[in-house]
C-alpha cells in the first residue's frame, strides 16, 4: 500500500467546526434551562480545540505513512487529545469557575463530536486513496 499524508487542516476545521456547533447548540440548552449560566458551555469548546490541536501537532498529519501506521498513531492522537482535553478543561475550570454541570456536559458532547468529525475525515481520506467508495 503507498504511503499517504493526512489532511491535517481539514482535520482540525473539522474538529473545530464540530466543537462549535455542539457548544452552540450546549448553550441554547443552557440558556433555556438556566440562563444565569449561558456562559460556561461557551467556555467548554475552548480546551476541545485545544487538545484537538495538541493530538494533530503530535501525530504529523504531513508525515507519509501507510494506512496501516495510520490507525495506531490516529489510535495514540485520540488518546493524547483526551488527556489534553482534560488537563485544559481542569485548568480553565478552576481559573474561571463556570457551572460545573453545564460546562462538563458541553465539553464531553464537544470533544465526542469533534472526535467523531476526525475520524470521519480520516475515513473519506483513506477511502478516497484506496479506491473504494465513501459513505
Known amino acids: 500500500m503507498q504511503p499517504l499524508t493526512l489532511p491535517g487542516k481539514k482535520m482540525f476545521g473539522a474538529a473545530v467546526a464540530m466543537a462549535a456547533v455542539s457548544a452552540t447548540i ?72 463556570p457551572d460545573p454541570l453545564a460546562f462538563a456536559m458541553v465539553a464531553a458532547a464537544s470533544f465526542t463530536a469533534a472526535a467523531v468529525a476526525q475520524a470521519y475525515v480520516f475515513s473519506s481520506h483513506l477511502k478516497s486513496h484506496t479506491g473504494t467508495r465513501a459513505g
Open 26 to 97: 450546549g448553550t441554547a440548552f443552557v440558556w433555556i434551562i438556566k440562563p444565569a449560566v449561558w456562559t460556561a458551555p461557551g467556555m467548554a469548546a475552548l480546551p476541545v480545540v485545544g487538545g484537538m490541536g495538541l493530538a494533530l501537532l503530535l501525530i504529523r498529519p504531513g508525515q507519509a505513512r501507510t494506512p496501516a501506521q495510520w490507525v495506531p498513531v490516529l489510535f495514540l492522537g485520540q488518546g493524547v487529545s483526551l488527556f489534553g482535553v482534560l488537563i485544559l478543561a481542569v485548568l480553565l475550570y478552576f481559573s474561571a469557575r
